[in-house]
């Protein structure tokens, strides 16, 4: 079995910060996700990265940067937080990010910008 | 574009009753279904993945998919308080697991 740890679970910001949402797996897994769960939305993908150093755009990506540091880690950055924004940020990760590969989530960080 | 709506919105069952979800999809050809459990304020918890028409049991969890009808269910039986949570089903076609979309859940209640 494995983990994903997210950091921070909880995330307070300012209209127009920066913020920056990190995710570590220790499944050894190559693919890597972000995901944007918003109260009555299904999940949104941001991005996903099949391998370090590779980064795909999802469905929601504007607004938003990435960074897959190393194979284990992948890091979320909000570029300019929007006034009274509230959602979770989810984390997974699959094995190759074939069909047929389960994606594994981590807790999730919850944003409030004020 | 692939477009996932589950029903109902909510649902409340005794415990040991059983519960049956409902999800819809608009690609017939998508071959990739599964089923995720979130209980409130968690991460998502994979409960059974199905990629042929028919039935598959994980525990006392059953998806049911039937293509030609754009449905995929999820059946749980004697369910416990401890299964209250909100159910999210994600479709994908093949090829790329990236491409899941997922539709906006069930909230499940069980009462005891």
């Known amino acids: 079995g494995g983990i994903i740890t997210q950091t921070p679970k909880f995330l307070i910001g300012q209209e127009g910060q920066k913020l920056t949402l990190k995710c570590q797996q220790n499944?050894?897994?190559?693919?890597m996700y972000w995901y944007r769960q918003d109260s009555g939305k299904g999940l949104r993908l941001i991005y996903y990265?099949?391998?370090?150093?590779?980064?795909q755009k999802g469905d929601l990506s504007e607004g938003y940067d990435a960074s897959r540091e190393k194979k284990s880690s992948f890091s979320l950055t909000v570029t300019s937080a929007q006034k009274n924004e509230m959602a979770v940020f989810l984390c997974?990760?699959?094995?190759?990010?074939?069909?047929?590969?389960?994606?594994?989530f981590g807790p999730g960080t919850r944003l409030l910008v004020l | 574009q692939q477009k996932v709506q589950q029903s109902p919105e909510s649902l409340t069952v005794s415990e040991g009753a059983m519960a049956s979800l409902n999800c819809t999809f608009s690609?017939?050809?998508?071959?990739?279904f599964r089923w995720y459990r979130q209980h409130s304020g968690k991460g998502l918890e994979v409960l059974v993945s199905?990629?042929?028409?028919g039935e598959k049991e994980e525990g006392s969890f059953t998806a049911h998919l039937n293509r030609a009808s754009l449905h995929v269910f999820l059946h749980i039986r004697e369910p416990q308080p401890s299964d209250s949570a909100l159910y999210l089903c994600?479709?994908?076609?093949?090829?790329?697991?990236?491409?899941?979309?997922f539709g906006k859940g069930t909230k499940l209640s069980v009462k005891s």
């Open positions: 997974a990760s699959s094995i190759l990010g074939g069909d047929q590969d389960t994606q594994y």
């Open positions: 499944f050894n897994h190559d693919t």
């Open positions: 990265s099949i391998t370090e150093n590779d980064l």
């Open positions: 690609d017939r050809s998508s071959d990739n």
């Open positions: 199905i990629f042929s028409d």
């Open positions: 994600a479709v994908s076609p093949g090829g790329s697991n990236a491409k899941l979309t």
